[in-house]
């Protein structure tokens, strides 16, 4: 028998279609304090895969993982669109492309 040990958050539905494909799965409910940080992990996991396979499906996993962190801080996906919205209002958005090089401030003295 093969054992392979993961220690990672999952969506919900994982431990469901691991024991239809005839597997058994060991699974365990996070504390609110645990669930955060592996969510945290979690979001570093799906960036990484992003870097690796920059698609739409990747971005949606990305996603998927903000709404759920930001849910689990007490924040709605409503609320979480506002406050980008607010912001992208009062400092913009990312679609000129710009690079920031160098900011030369003058002497003071």
């Known amino acids: 028998m093969k054992t392979v040990i993961y220690n990672k958050l999952v969506r ?3 431990p469901q279609i691991i024991e239809e494909n005839g597997q058994l799965c ?9 669930y ?11 960036l990484a895969e ?3 396979d920059p698609s739409v ?8 993982v903000i709404y759920a962190a ?8 409503d609320v979480l669109d506002r406050v980008r919205a ?10 000129k492309r ?5 900011v030369i401030s003058p002497d003071e003295g």
Request: proline fraction near 4%; charged fraction near 45%.
């Open 98 to 102: 710009i690079q920031l090089k160098r």
């Open 26 to 34: 060991e699974t365990e409910i996070l504390s609110p304090e645990r």
């Open 86 to 95: 607010e912001k992208a209002n009062r400092r913009g958005r990312f679609e």
């Open 36 to 46: 955060l940080k592996m969510l945290d992990a979690k979001l570093d996991e799906e």
């Open 50 to 52: 992003y870097h690796q």
């Open 12 to 14: 919900d539905r994982i």
């Open 57 to 64: 499906e990747e971005l949606a996993d990305l996603l998927e």
């Open 70 to 77: 930001a849910a689990a801080r007490g924040y709605s996906p």
